[in-house]
């Protein structure tokens, strides 16, 4: 067991089965972020035109589905290790498009909450968490490259799920259209990960089989990083980031719909998506060269500069050019967390951390839609909410500069990372 441990696999090949892995993973977030993530944002205006219920009832549901998501997100790399990536995978997908037939069908605020809970399931199985302790069983030193280009599937999402989604409803009605699209994605999916997703490789370099033994339990992982000043810096400064960020976005079209119209709308958070893969993509190219952590604060504070011009402008020319600098970071804030666990913790711990990350993540920018709602409902506007972002922003700009003093839960992951 341990020579076979040790077999050698270069990742850098184009025939490495792991690549088929990342394009497999790349259309499970394409539509994970299109109906679980942009889509919220068409939610929440059609059942506030459709049903007339307040903004405020609405973004409430979503954020019990990010709330709820959370605490089934925590325990992703449990699942991956007790049925496999395969499974966990399927599950999502089938949990998701049976979410989405259900919100276009809801006319009481219940029948919302219930199928954003079934929503959550599907989010899990299909989001960040699931994708990268997946990604993870194939990769080790392309490990951040393979994560960065199956996460553009969460950009291409938004580039042509919410567009689409828009010409759908205005075709067919909301409710058909949720429907159509949700048996689309059974359609696509279901074949491509039971075709691609098989056993994954003995690596030595991902999980060495003395090491293994020898590893901490996934109890013992989290008690530590809750300890740790580094881990909490990246953990606290990502969900307020994501807080301000999920909010934006989830209220996007709304906020532009009496502004520059809804079609318009539709095309600034096309815009902003594809700025975020074009940013991701960019990225990848120079990330293991920088200052990773810096690089997060300049992208922090590159957010709240364009929501201050979104806030005082109303040039439909200048509010699409400010969601493109805004969006030029959205992609890279979904990956940079896990580069940066990567770089600077034990690899043994890689996925219970990135699992770890994005709960935390989930639970705070959970509130994100409803505080905004919220407050937009109260004051009257998006003004101060959005001021409210850019508080947020400038304040994880500083804390994701906070490593903290080496602990035992990241001494193995930097020799680690020194001896490559």
């Known amino acids: 067991m341990d020579a076979t441990s040790q077999i050698s696999i270069d990742e850098t090949s184009i025939r490495y089965d792991g690549w088929r892995i990342v394009a497999a993973c790349f259309l499970v977030a394409t539509f994970g972020w299109g109906f679980g993530f942009y889509g919220q944002s068409v939610y929440l205006a059609e059942l506030h035109r459709a049903r007339a219920w307040p903004a405020s009832l609405i973004s409430g549901a979503t954020t019990f589905f990010y709330l709820f998501g959370a605490v089934i997100v925590?325990?992703?790399?449990?699942?991956?290790?007790?049925?496999?990536?395969?499974?966990?995978?399927?599950?999502?997908?089938?949990?998701?498009?049976?979410?989405?037939?259900?919100?276009?069908?809801?006319?009481?605020?219940?029948?919302?909450?219930?199928?954003?809970?079934?929503?959550?399931?599907?989010?899990?199985?299909?989001?960040?968490?699931?994708?990268?302790?997946?990604?993870?069983?194939?990769?080790?030193?392309?490990?951040?490259?393979?994560?960065?280009?199956?996460?553009?599937?969460?950009?291409?999402?938004?580039?042509?799920?919410?567009?689409?989604?828009?010409?759908?409803?205005?075709?067919?009605?909301?409710?058909?259209?949720?429907?159509?699209?949700?048996?689309?994605?059974?359609?696509?999916?279901?074949?491509?990960?039971?075709?691609?997703?098989?056993?994954?490789?003995?690596?030595?370099?991902?999980?060495?089989?003395?090491?293994?033994?020898?590893?901490?339990?996934?109890?013992?992982?989290?008690?530590?990083?809750?300890?740790?000043?580094g881990f909490l810096s990246i953990a606290i400064a990502f969900a307020l980031v994501l807080f301000a960020q999920v909010g934006f976005i989830v209220h996007l079209i709304s906020f532009l719909d009496p502004v520059i119209g809804r079609e318009s709308a539709a095309v600034a958070v096309a815009v902003l998506t594809a700025m975020a893969m074009a940013g991701r993509i960019l990225f990848s190219t120079v990330i293991d060269r920088l200052n990773q952590r810096l690089a997060s604060a300049l992208s922090f504070l590159s957010q709240a500069v364009a929501l201050a011009i979104i806030i005082n402008s109303r040039s439909e020319l200048s509010l699409i050019a400010a969601c493109a600098l805004f969006g030029f970071s959205v992609g890279n804030l979904i990956t940079l967390p896990s580069l940066i666990v990567q770089r600077e913790f034990d690899a043994r711990a890689f996925g219970v951390l990135i699992s770890l990350s994005t709960a935390i993540n989930q639970v705070t920018y959970a509130f994100g839609p409803g505080v905004i709602g919220l407050l937009r409902d109260l004051s009257g506007s998006y003004t101060l909410p959005f001021y409210g972002c850019i508080a947020l922003e400038v304040i994880a700009a500083g804390l994701i500069m906070l490593r903290g003093a080496r602990t035992s839960l990241r001494a193995n992951g930097s020799a680690q990372s020194a001896a490559r």
């Not at 219940?110 to 960040?128: E, K």
């Open 74 to 229: 925590a325990f992703v790399a449990e699942a991956v290790r007790a049925f496999g990536p395969r499974n966990c995978l399927l599950a999502g997908v089938l949990a998701m498009a049976v979410a989405v037939i259900a919100i276009g069908q809801v006319t009481s605020p219940w029948q919302l909450y219930a199928a954003n809970a079934l929503l959550a399931f599907g989010w899990a199985g299909t989001s960040l968490a699931i994708i990268t302790n997946t990604l993870s069983l194939w990769f080790d030193k392309r490990r951040g490259m393979a994560i960065s280009l199956a996460l553009n599937g969460a950009s291409f999402g938004g580039i042509a799920g919410v567009p689409l989604l828009v010409l759908l409803i205005g075709a067919f009605g909301f409710s058909r259209a949720m429907t159509v699209s949700a048996l689309v994605m059974l359609a696509v999916l279901a074949p491509i990960v039971l075709g691609l997703i098989g056993q994954p490789p003995l690596h030595a370099g991902i999980v060495p089989m003395s090491a293994a033994r020898d590893a901490p339990s996934s109890a013992q992982i989290r008690a530590r990083a809750l300890r740790d000043l």
